[in-house]
């Protein structure tokens, strides 16, 4: 870890608010170590665990929710670093917090949050992450007061950055708000513009890597997917759709051909037995590792390395690439898209869009303690809605649907 420390310099080590060693008697921790054990003790974290990841949390207790979505990420992004020769408490600690921002409900939730805030700047839940870790997690303040966050290192907070940019016009993901640009604009000092660090791309492959193959293991556990009973034509209409609108039939076709030859494939369906549960762990481990291979192989044929900050780039190959799209398309055809989660995802937006609305119309008494400071400086109404959106974007799921039943009337 000594050498790896070395690559990274004091403007990597920087953060806004200076920090002595907390004691001369405690075990010596690394900067980008005292990072990642601010995460894992953030609140925003802990809530994780009841926010969701594909279906609600409450539904089932096998199920992945965000908090474990965001651990078996980091493992995956921790295990790829160490490969190579990233810092791993870099990458681990933007993978543990790349879904920090999401709110109730997942995806579902963002875009009704980010059509109720088009007037304040939008939403978007990895702008969110970047608000919660340099504003309204509360760890740390500036001389004068403010919240700075938990005050994360410039490496750690720009590996947490998967969409290193503004809001624009023809780009649906973004990075940042406009009222956080004084954070972001320090953590990106010196950083080519719109060029994200190898650290995040680390993250952002993990994540990819992650819920491409968990997902479609949590769809089978709950016999919506059966691997060996594929409807390909419905699901590559699927993969064009939401993930891939080029892809042709051929390159899909010889995807799934590829994945069917790992030796780990089913042979036959799921049928909930504990060595059928060991062989769909088996093939999870099989994939994770098939692109992480693939990955870290093709990274090194370009370059030898060191894989630090912006000198170098990580290199997925087309086929990886795609293979990963077809696991996402067979969990997005068949859970995603099954006629019960349709309409469960309808409630939840009508939910959460009455409760904004709500909330609009009775704050600041209803707002949580720590949200009442910045209804107090919120200069007008967009600056009050972006208050309104931050309070329901903390809430988890259950807590979106308590505070519903006791505010909407």
């Known amino acids: 870890m000594a050498d790896v420390e070395a690559l990274y310099d004091e403007h990597a080590r920087e953060r806004v608010v200076p920090e002595p060693p907390k004691r001369v008697d405690a075990p010596e921790r690394k900067p980008f170590e005292r990072d990642r054990a601010r995460l894992v003790h953030a609140a925003s974290f802990r809530r994780l665990a009841a926010k969701t990841q594909v279906v609600g949390p409450q539904s089932d207790d096998f199920v992945r929710n965000r908090l474990t ?62 608000r919660l870790l340099t504003r309204l997690e509360a760890k740390t303040a500036d ?61 952002d492959l993990a994540d ?24 390909a034509p419905a699901v590559w209409a699927t993969v064009r ?6 892809a042709t039939d051929a390159a899909l076709d010889e995807a799934l ?15 909930g037995s504990r060595g059928s549960l060991a062989a769909l762990k088996n093939l999870t481990s099989d994939l994770i590792g098939r692109f992480c291979g693939a990955v870290q192989q093709a990274t090194f044929a370009v370059a030898d390395g060191p894989f630090t900050r912006y000198a ?73 809605t972006r208050v309104v959106i931050d309070q329901v974007a903390s809430l988890t799921d259950a807590s979106a649907v308590t505070w519903h039943d006791r505010l909407v009337r």
């Open 69 to 130: 979505h965001s651990l078996e990420v980091a493992q995956i992004a921790r295990d790829l670093s160490r490969a190579l020769g990233t810092h791993p408490d870099i990458a681990e600690t933007a993978a543990l917090a790349h879904d920090l921002g999401h709110p109730p409900f997942g995806h579902n939730g963002e875009r009704v949050l980010a059509e109720l805030a088009s007037e304040c700047g939008g939403f978007e839940g990895n702008a969110q992450t970047l």
């Open 143 to 203: 001389s004068a007061g403010r919240s700075v966050g938990l005050n994360l290192t410039r490496a750690t907070l720009d590996a947490c950055t998967k969409y290193p940019w503004p809001r624009a016009v023809d780009a649906a993901k973004f990075g940042v708000y406009d009222d956080d640009r004084p954070a972001f604009d320090w953590m990106r000092a010196g950083a080519p513009a719109g060029r994200r660090c190898v650290e995040a791309q680390v993250m």
């Open 312 to 384: 170098a780039d990580l290199v997925v190959p087309a086929d990886t690439w795609t293979e990963i799209t077809v696991l996402k398309g067979i969990a997005a055809h068949y859970v995603m898209q099954a006629d019960d989660r349709v309409a469960a995802m309808a409630r939840q937006r009508e939910l959460l869009a009455e409760l904004v609305e709500t909330l609009v119309e009775q704050a600041p008494h209803q707002l949580d303690e720590m949200f009442l400071p910045d209804w107090k400086d919120a200069v007008d109404d967009a600056a009050r």
């Open 257 to 271: 051909a590829r994945l069917r030859s790992v030796g780990s494939w089913p042979r036959s369906a799921y049928d």
């Open 208 to 231: 990819d890597v992650a819920y491409s193959v968990h997902d479609v293991e949590d769809g089978t556990v709950a016999e919506r997917v059966d691997l060996t009973g594929l409807d």
């Open 241 to 246: 759709a939401w993930y891939a609108p080029d």
